[in-house]
């Protein structure tokens, strides 16, 4: 079946380090993207990785490995806004959409002064 | 500047009073799809379609109807709400290889 599997909820300290995991299982692979999402709010766009490897985008870095079918968002100099659910998506190209994602339940990450 | 928007963005109502949550985007994407969340349980999608005259079930689809008939509009409909309905409303646009765009949701109270 189709699976992914994220943290329920995380806290950290202002001004550390945090990574969020994600691991999937699906029938096939497109891409994996990471979202935000305040509480209340909208899912916002942060990272796209469909090779293996680390995309970085400021504080925001996303691994990712296909082999093991593995992905991280790593949030650096965590400031209080970072508070949010953290949602990983997967495309999957079964059948005839390319546009569809299988979607995690979301990590909640909780940031302490 | 390009956006989804879905209205309206509160509703409490009645159940078995039929209701309609429009959405539309201006960015001509083929894709659009309704999700509902609910606490604990993520993004579940409700339907989709890949573009006018085409929409398909997603996880959830009963209790639901949509339609395309025009390539910017993608609208729900409740047709008899019931409280298990009582949800967080989104709908998202895309096309290719971009990432999805979201709405600002919907918050649907069923009394």
């Known amino acids: 079946g189709q699976n992914i599997d994220q943290p329920t909820e995380m806290t950290a300290t202002e001004g550390a380090i945090v990574q969020i995991n994600c691991t999937y299982q699906?029938?096939?692979?497109?891409?994996l993207f990471w979202y935000q999402q305040h509480a209340g709010e909208a899912p916002t766009f942060l990272s796209y990785?469909?090779l293996d490897g680390l995309e970085e985008k400021g504080r925001f870095s996303s691994f990712l490995s296909r082999s093991k079918g593995y992905s991280y968002l790593l949030l650096k100099e965590l400031q209080m806004k970072d508070s949010a659910s953290y949602l990983c998506?997967?495309?999957?190209?079964?059948?005839?959409?390319?546009?569809?994602?299988?979607w995690g339940a979301g990590t909640k990450l909780i940031i302490k002064p | 500047e390009a956006q989804v928007t879905q209205n309206p963005r509160y509703l409490i109502t009645v159940t078995g009073k039929k209701l309609t949550v429009t959405c539309s985007q201006n960015?001509?994407?083929?894709?659009m799809s309704w999700y509902r969340q609910d606490p604990g349980l993520g993004l579940r999608q409700i339907y989709y379609?890949?573009?006018?005259?085409?929409?398909d079930k997603g996880d959830v689809p009963e209790g639901y109807k949509v339609s395309r008939k025009e390539k910017r509009n993608f609208p729900l409909i409740l047709e008899s709400p019931s409280p298990n309905q009582t949800s967080l409303y989104f709908c998202?646009?895309?096309?290719?290889?971009?990432?999805?765009?979201f709405g600002d949701g919907t918050r649907l109270s069923i009394l």
């Open positions: 960015m001509n994407h083929e894709y």
């Open positions: 998506a997967v495309r999957d190209p079964e059948g005839d959409s390319n546009y569809q994602l299988i």
């Open positions: 990785n469909v």
């Open positions: 998202a646009s895309g096309q290719g290889s971009q990432p999805q765009h």
């Open positions: 379609s890949m573009n006018v005259e085409v929409t």
């Open positions: 699906t029938s096939g692979f497109n891409g």
